[in-house]
């Protein structure tokens, strides 16, 4: 799944995975069990591979300055100008950066490739939301993707990942099937890794069980860098 795959995708405005409603283990872990509101400016959450989520617009209402990456330009406009926020746009690196301050916190979206950012981009992110990138990756770049994360954050930044499970014979991704054993095999090293709760959704998806599925696991992981 390379970038212009999903440059394509968002021109052709496949992208089914895009959600409508705020993750739910984003609003429990971050809000009901998340830091007290009045000191949440001090976490700064980031969010690879964003799409035009709206967890980012959840994480900035909710007092938590986001930072994400996105390879597309076409998601990032959207994403502003679906939720009507004004950004600016400026050249950094070799990258477009979008930034909002209309909302309680700055939301900042890097658009170009995860794989390009370097370690100081990262360097005030205190936490990490992977909801359908790691699993939006094929098993060959999944790797990748997870030393890239690896060599991006220093000790004690955590992550709060949430797989998908399924017979893999059943559907070709993205998103792809991530056994508890690859997030094993694929974070051990270089993570401490915490099993939060895990939940069967093969029935509130219904746009993966009209793609042949019909058994899937949701599970929420929190990873810190050792
Ligand atoms: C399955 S979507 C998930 C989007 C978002 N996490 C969400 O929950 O809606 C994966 C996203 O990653 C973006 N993407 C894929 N490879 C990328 C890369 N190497 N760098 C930056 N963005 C990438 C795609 O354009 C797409 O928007």
């Known amino acids: 799944m390379e970038i212009d795959f999903w440059v394509e995708r968002w021109n052709s405005n496949k992208i089914g995975f895009h959600q409508t409603r705020i993750?739910?283990?984003?609003?429990?872990?971050?809000?009901?069990?998340?830091?007290?509101?009045?000191?949440?400016?001090?976490?700064?959450?980031?969010?690879?591979?964003?799409?035009?989520?709206?967890?980012?617009?959840?994480?900035?209402?909710?007092?938590?300055?986001?930072?994400?990456?996105?390879?597309?330009?076409?998601?990032v406009k959207d994403f502003f100008e679906d939720n009507a926020l004004n950004y600016k746009h400026a050249k950094k690196d070799?990258?477009?950066?979008?930034?909002?301050?209309?909302?309680?916190?700055?939301?900042?979206?890097?658009?170009?490739?995860?794989?390009?950012?370097?370690?100081?981009?990262?360097?005030?992110?205190?936490?990490?939301?992977?909801r359908a990138s790691l699993v939006a990756l094929p098993v060959g770049m999944r790797k990748n993707y997870v030393n890239k994360m690896a060599e991006l954050q220093k000790s004690g930044q955590r992550t709060l990942l949430v797989t998908l499970t399924f017979d893999p014979s059943e559907m070709n991704g993205p998103p792809?099937?991530?056994?508890?054993?690859?997030?094993?095999?694929?974070?051990?090293?270089?993570?401490?890794?915490?099993?939060?709760?895990?939940?069967?959704?093969?029935?509130?998806?219904?746009?993966?069980r009209n793609r042949g599925l019909t058994a899937l696991i949701e599970t929420v992981y929190k990873l810190v860098r050792k």
């Open 94 to 130: 070799h990258h477009g950066l979008y930034q909002s301050s209309d909302l309680p916190s700055m939301i900042e979206i890097v658009q170009g490739d995860f794989f390009s950012l370097q370690k100081k981009d990262l360097d005030d992110v205190t936490d990490i939301f992977d």
């Open 23 to 75: 993750n739910q283990y984003l609003v429990y872990f971050y809000g009901e069990k998340g830091p007290p509101a009045d000191q949440r400016e001090k976490f700064k959450v980031f969010v690879p591979l964003c799409g035009k989520s709206k967890d980012m617009l959840w994480l900035s209402q909710n007092g938590y300055k986001v930072f994400a990456v996105e390879c597309s330009d076409r998601a």
């Open 176 to 208: 792809f099937s991530v056994t508890e054993e690859e997030v094993h095999e694929l974070y051990a090293t270089d993570f401490s890794i915490e099993k939060l709760c895990f939940k069967d959704v093969i029935n509130e998806e219904t746009g993966l």
